[in-house]
């Protein structure tokens, strides 16, 4: 997938692999309609530090979690 074009398909896909790889069990938090668009690139950078991590601990989980939640709309 091409994810360097900012787009809400792009935005779906990223905060759904975001979800399973930060096991987040409210899904609801990971909804693309409540993130703007402006904030693609920020969403990025975090989803491209979390799949180049592999595995996160616990801290690094919760504030990767608290930054998706500071870019929600």
């Known amino acids: 997938m091409q994810l360097d074009?900012?787009?809400?398909a792009n935005m779906e896909y990223?905060?759904?692999e975001l979800a399973e790889k930060l096991?987040?069990?409210n899904r609801s938090i990971m909804d693309a309609e409540d993130?703007?668009?402006?904030?693609?690139d920020e969403l990025k950078w975090m989803y491209d530090m979390v799949i180049s991590k592999g595995r996160l601990s616990a801290s690094e989980t919760q504030a990767f979690i608290n930054e998706l939640a500071a870019?929600?709309?």
């Open 14 to 16: 990223m905060l759904q």
């Open 23 to 25: 096991q987040v069990v």
């Open 71 to 73: 870019i929600r709309k």
């Open 35 to 40: 993130y703007d668009l402006e904030k693609y």
């Open 5 to 8: 074009q900012p787009s809400v």
